[in-house]
């Protein structure tokens, strides 16, 4: 449903921004309904970012937290050659840096 509405924002700013460029050419009918496009657009963000605070958001902390891990992050690192990947960056760095 999010993905949905997120298309539906994309739908609405570009019927705004081709409503505004038409009115700019002349077209005095395009000023009000770009008024009515945009009315929805703000109503459409409202409940769209309500929606993100009040379910979604929650729903997510509510999952990260039960998964949340315990591992500290030398051992992330470990996991993950981060000794290694800071080598090669400063190699990077340097060669680089050097003229």
Request: aromatic share 6%.
């Amino acid at each position: 449903m999010m993905v949905c509405e997120h298309g539906t924002g994309r739908y609405l700013a570009r019927a705004m921004e081709e409503l505004y460029k038409a009115w700019k050419a002349g077209d005095e009918k395009a000023l009000a309904e770009l008024i009515d496009v945009a009315r929805l657009y703000v109503d459409h963000l409202a409940q769209h970012i309500d929606k993100e605070n009040n379910v979604l958001f929650p729903m997510l902390e509510a999952h990260v937290q039960a998964v949340e891990s315990n591992r500290s992050v030398e051992e992330i690192e470990k996991e993950n050659n981060h000794d290694e990947w800071i080598k090669l960056l400063d190699g990077l760095r340097e060669g680089l840096m050097t003229p």
